[in-house]
């Protein structure tokens, strides 16, 4: 059972436009979200957060958007540059005091120039 | 430099032995984790730790051994019990739980190829 879903598996935009990469989640319990970029051979490295106090969260290029309603969070990246291309991982974390770190499958984002 | 050293890198088995992966950091952080990617496919906890001398098992913890003896270090030995070892390995640590502004953070990884 899958709690953390991102559909689409890759995702290519031209440089200089936007990417929008989607992330579902099942558990109503999630309450902390996270971004994570990967390279190949490289571990992830952090992006972008957000509490689901709150329904955006900003930082630079980046942007999250969070819909509790909907069950379903964003990441926007504006624009995009060829530096982007790698997996993405969306990932959630519920209640106070867990260290468990949910991820979906990634989305392959690749920016062509 | 602060950070997670993962070691080693690449790293081949023959079937039915065991292996240790290191991981080491010096960020300072009470948590320590370890994580597996299969192709395609999201990362999965197997173990994680909050402290010193204890831990506790993730999703697939079955075939797999750690220890926290010291707050720098978190070894995983994957035994022979595993059936499908060949993966990639993540370790990484945090300062504590998952809250708003928090994150973990990771090391390079381990490619663990069974032969």
């Known amino acids: 059972d899958q709690q953390v879903k991102q559909n689409s598996p890759s995702l290519s935009v031209q440089e200089g436009r936007i990417s929008i990469l989607n992330c579902d989640y099942t558990?109503?319990?999630?309450?902390?979200f996270l971004w994570y970029k990967k390279y190949p051979a490289e571990g992830p490295t952090f992006l972008i957060s957000i509490s689901s106090i709150k329904d955006k969260n900003e930082d630079g290029r980046f942007t999250v958007f969070l819909n509790k309603s909907a069950k379903h969070l964003s990441l926007h990246i504006v624009p995009s540059q060829p530096g982007d291309s790698a997996v993405y991982f969306c990932a959630a974390s519920y209640g106070a005091g867990s260290y468990q770190l949910t991820f979906g499958k990634g989305t392959k984002l690749s920016v062509i120039p | 430099d602060g950070g997670i050293t993962q070691s080693p890198k690449y790293l081949f088995r023959k079937e039915g032995q065991n292996v240790t992966l290191s991981c080491e950091q010096n960020?300072?952080?009470?948590?320590m984790y370890w994580y597996r990617q299969d192709p395609g496919q999201g990362l999965r906890l197997i173990y994680y730790?909050?402290?010193?001398?204890?831990?506790q098992k993730g999703d697939i913890a079955e075939g797999y051994s750690v220890s926290r003896e010291k707050k720098e270090s978190f070894p995983l030995t994957v035994t022979s019990a595993q059936k499908n070892p060949t993966a990639f390995y993540l370790c990484a640590s945090s300062t504590r739980q998952l809250t708003a502004g928090n994150t973990i953070y990771f090391g390079e990884g381990s490619w663990l190829t069974v032969v």
């Open positions: 960020l300072n952080h009470d948590a």
């Open positions: 730790s909050q402290i010193v001398n204890d831990f």
């Open positions: 558990n109503s319990m999630f309450d902390y």
